[in-house]
């Protein structure tokens, strides 16, 4: 999704801004009046980070109706693009400072954000397997809107159990999570590649890491915990040292991993486990949006009808009540409906038609971002590494 695409909201006015800013820096004399360029730059990138979370927290506050509040696909459309947002304007820091990049502390400091990013390439693919199976749950609430399809006068004793077994069979595919997990490993194929050896893996064989689809072995929660290990706010000396830039370096690591938090919270995925360690200093601009943000998924995650969710993205809670109403409704034993009953029933249909539209245009978009993600990071990483001292 282009940052164009979001020109009617604030968050598209940040994104757009700050882009304009990145060319502008990127032709800027060494030193400006006022200060040193390395200053005004950690400035202007963490304004901008704290614009982006706070559009973000703000559309905390809209209404569930609306479809676009928290860990809905349109708040994770927009999470995603923030971060890259925030992934180019990181880089352009990166370029531009290529000579204390290449010092200690910053050559370190660097070095370890560049590890952080490989491995959230294999959340990424996670994450695109875990869509992949929202995709597959879609199939069975297919066979129900077929089943019960409103335009027809009556709902026949058959309509009712086919669609009490599609239903059935939707609430078995989301809470088998071993065969799900099978299903899922077979695949063995990440963003940039796929298997097309035609070859079966036994039930215990890895997969390639950080390269490939995850292996069976992999864990979400372990992962998250890697990225954010030892992640700490930088020290004076490192600061001084830096001329500053290791806050810029310390802000990307904080969005890094929130951002990848967010994902394994909203989508289904291997061990999801949302329990790691995340502390900001509150004097950074950023802080307490972000903060915000991650109490507000925790708090969402304790709900008594989330908490056994195989992911907290709205949709998916859509899903899961539509199909619980549904299941009630649509008990054999009860047929001939009664009027009421099945006016009831028909508004069931004609809300699961909605949260079906809903999947079906937005998990196109989310998968497309997730694969520029993947994508950017590898090229950012790249292409701060191998560009040599002017």
Known sequence: MRGGD???????????????????????????????????????????????????????SSTAESGEGLLSL???RKLLEAFLVCQEAFKAIVLNNKELVSRSPLD?????FFERSVKALDVCNAIRDGIEQVRQWQKHLEIVLVALNPSQRTVGEGQLRRAKKA??????????????GAVLSQRNRSFGRTNNSG???????????????????????????????????????????????????????????????????????????LQIHFSVPRNFPWAEPMTLLHDRILEESKKKDRRNSNGLLKEIHDVERCSRHLAELTDPNQFPLAEDRETELRQSVHELYEV???????????????????????????????????
């Open 6 to 60: 979001y020109q009617g909201s604030s968050l598209g006015r940040s994104i757009l801004s700050i882009r304009r800013e990145h060319f502008h820096s990127m032709d800027a004399p060494r030193e400006v009046a006022g200060g040193s360029r390395p200053n005004q730059e950690i400035e202007s990138f963490q304004r901008h980070v704290a614009d982006l979370f706070h559009d973000l927290a703000a559309a905390c």
């Open 74 to 76: 349109s708040w994770m």
């Open 108 to 112: 370190r400091l660097v070095g370890e």
């Open 167 to 180: 239903l059935t069979d939707l609430t078995i595919a989301m809470l088998d999570e071993k065969d799900a």
């Open 199 to 273: 070859k079966n893996h036994s039930a215990g064989s890895h997969f390639r890491s950080l390269s490939w689809s995850v292996s069976r072995s992999w864990s979400a929660a372990r992962q998250l915990q890697a990225i954010g290990n030892n992640l700490a706010p930088p020290r004076n000396n490192e600061i001084i040292a830096s001329e500053g830039l290791a806050i810029a370096v310390y802000t990307m690591n904080a969005v890094l991993l929130f951002v990848m938090w967010a994902l394994v919270a909203a989508i289904p995925c291997q061990d999801r486990g």
């Open 356 to 390: 079906c539209n809903s999947l079906k245009d937005g998990l196109g978009q989310l998968e497309r971002q997730v694969r520029e993600v993947f994508h950017r990071i590898i090229r950012n990483r790249t292409d701060c590494q191998d560009q040599p001292l002017a």
